[in-house]
């Protein structure tokens, strides 16, 4: 190919590139001989060229080029226009050539058709031919075909005849007609071969009966339609059958039997769960999906009774251990993503929980979760989400065996996290922080009344996972050994132990909570010292802020909210109430009582020193009552009016050890002795 870009060649001007209309010289684009090519295209030529030539120079070009054409043209022409003239008179006489030739051409054209006719006629006869040939063919194969069938047919009848029916009813003459028919022997077996070789004869009749199946099977697929078919095909069914249950008791004969070498191949891996697992994962690959819970543990259990079902059938322990130490047992029990399985749970069950106790108020149940009898169930959110997350860990539609541990390890999370909302938002101190917005503060400030609600709920927690509870825990375990039910038992009455440990915090926070409203009422006790001190009046009645000490007590025990304490636990806080309030009663009152005998103290010091130095007798003073005597007159009228109070709630006053010490500060020597009103 010329290089037009070789330095060797002499440089080129564009006019003689791309041709020069002056010039006589064509351009090297220009190819005439592109014109006579036979898949000459005028459109791909003018856009090939297009891309490096200018239009106008192809333009002219061409109609160079088609004046060039027009001129030889007409050179040609004039060149041999004599002959072109001459042409016309040497025609001379065509009309009689022409006639002449005619005849032979038709007397051709004629034999050419009679022999077309006769190849037409002889090829018409051979395909008949062959059509029958082929029709005749196909009926002979279709008879040696039923024929085939029929006496398949008979044959396996009276194989089939022969058959003897199970290895405990066969007998020595059946035996010896069975091996005559089949080995072609007419000896006949020793008595004591019998029950030896009846298995083997007819284990081997079977496989010739079951080819000759093979073939009929073939056949009838065939040739279905065929009326002759049809007819036997009751017979073919008939002997399919008794065929099918032959096999099946020769097969139960060989797996009862180990003399037969069935024992080797494991059937119940290797066949059915093989087969079963296959099946699964084409039909239904959706049930080992983890994602739906509810279905993944319907699937999974329904997979272990199979399992119990297949294991049912093995003779022994050793038997059950090989079947699930084969890989097909293995595998399919990979299938089954128990981890992910629990993982789901986890998140269902503890989240329910978490969002329980993320709220520091208490809440109460929803009344369609409560029962108004509070003995019976519980009253806060938060605790009936413990209790469902707990019995849902053990519930049948979610627990699993072989996740025991990981359930039982929930279950003491569980508790471990309901222990520290009650630590954090219930019963904090608020010591630890400043903070008056913070949880503790909150928790410090909450009605007392509300711990009703938790002490009861605790309690109803503690007797309920402490009985009914463990009791169906251990039931469901109860495959494991005693050292894990020991386990298992000791772990959850610990846990329940700690939540058993929030009681005496409760009740005490209850009893402080209420004995701080009266001690209100009793700081009214200071003022006494002032209202008797330096007069004559004596006491005549108690004084009023007596009948309001027990008034928190009884708004309390009036409260609906007590009807959720038990009789022995109302009781309980009532006197530890009382004591607690009598007891502050009597510090507050010792206090008033000893500042006024200090103060009394004083006062007669100095009387008396003013006194020695006026050289004034004593006596005169000393007449008088102290304005401590007063004030215990007064103090003893109020103690009085208090054991009352206590009275009307079902409180001996006597009996409470700071109401004792109170009566002996205040009383008059000779009332000490006994207690009364």
Partial sequence: MLDLHSPSLPSRSAAELFGDPSGDSEPLWFKKSSFLRPDFDPESYIADLRSFVPLESLGAELRSHLAALKSELVELINRDYADFVSLSTRLVDVDSSVARMRAPLAEFRDKVASLRTVLDNSLLSLRGGLHQRAEASAAREILERLLDTF?????????????????????????????????????????????????????????????????????????????????????????????????G??????????????????????????????????????????????????NYKSS?????HLEGNCSSRSVVSKFRSQAIYADFM??????????????????????????ANITLVEDSHRNRDCQVTLTLKQSFALLESLRTCWSEEVFIFTCSDKFFRLSLQLLSRYSTWLSSHLVAKNACSSDSSSNSERAINKPVEDFIYVMHDVGFLVAELSGDYLEHVLRLLESCSSEVLD???????????????????????????ISERSVEDLKQLKGISATYRMTSKLPVRHSPYVSAILRPLKTFLDDERVAYLSKELKNELLHSIAERITSRYHEMASDVVNLARKTESSLLRLRQGAQRRAGASSDAMDSNI???DKICMLLFLDIQEYGRNLAIFGIQASHITAFRSLWQLVAPEDRQAQISF
């Avoid at 006949?188 to 030896?196: D, I, K, M, R, V």
């Avoid at 959850?492 to 402080?512: G, H, N, W």
Wanted: charged share 25%.
């Fill in 626 to 628: 102290s304005d401590t």
């Fill in 304 to 308: 272990l009774t199979f399992l119990g």
């Fill in 334 to 359: 990979r299938q089954w993503n128990i981890g992910v399985y629990f993982s789901l749970r986890f998140q269902e069950i503890a989240g329910a929980l978490d969002s329980s106790l993320a709220d």
């Fill in 487 to 513: 386990l298992v038992r000791r772990g959850f009455l610990q846990a329940i132990r700690s939540l058993t440990d929030y009681l005496p915090i409760l009740k005490d926070r209850m009893v402080e909570g």
């Fill in 151 to 247: 006496h398949v047919v008979s044959k396996v009848e009276k194989l089939i005849k022969e058959l003897p029916s199970t290895l405990s009813h066969g007998s020595g003459v059946e035996i010896d007609h069975v091996e005559k028919n089949i080995l072609g022997s007419e000896s006949s077996l020793h008595p004591a071969e019998n029950g030896t070789n009846l298995g083997l004869t007819q284990s081997i009749l079977l496989e010739r009966i079951a080819s000759e199946m093979n073939r009929i099977k073939f056949s009838f697929s065939n040739a279905k339609d065929l009326p002759f078919i049809i007819n036997m095909e009751k017979r073919i069914q008939s002997a399919t059958e008794l065929l099918d249950h032959s096999l």
């Fill in 249 to 298: 008791c020769c097969f139960i004969d060989g797996l009862e039997h180990p003399n037969s070498g069935l024992h080797v191949f494991d059937f119940l891996a290797n066949s059915i769960l093989k087969e079963v697992l296959f099946a699964i994962q084409k039909g239904k690959p959706g049930a080992f999906s983890p994602g739906r819970p509810t279905e993944f543990l319907k």
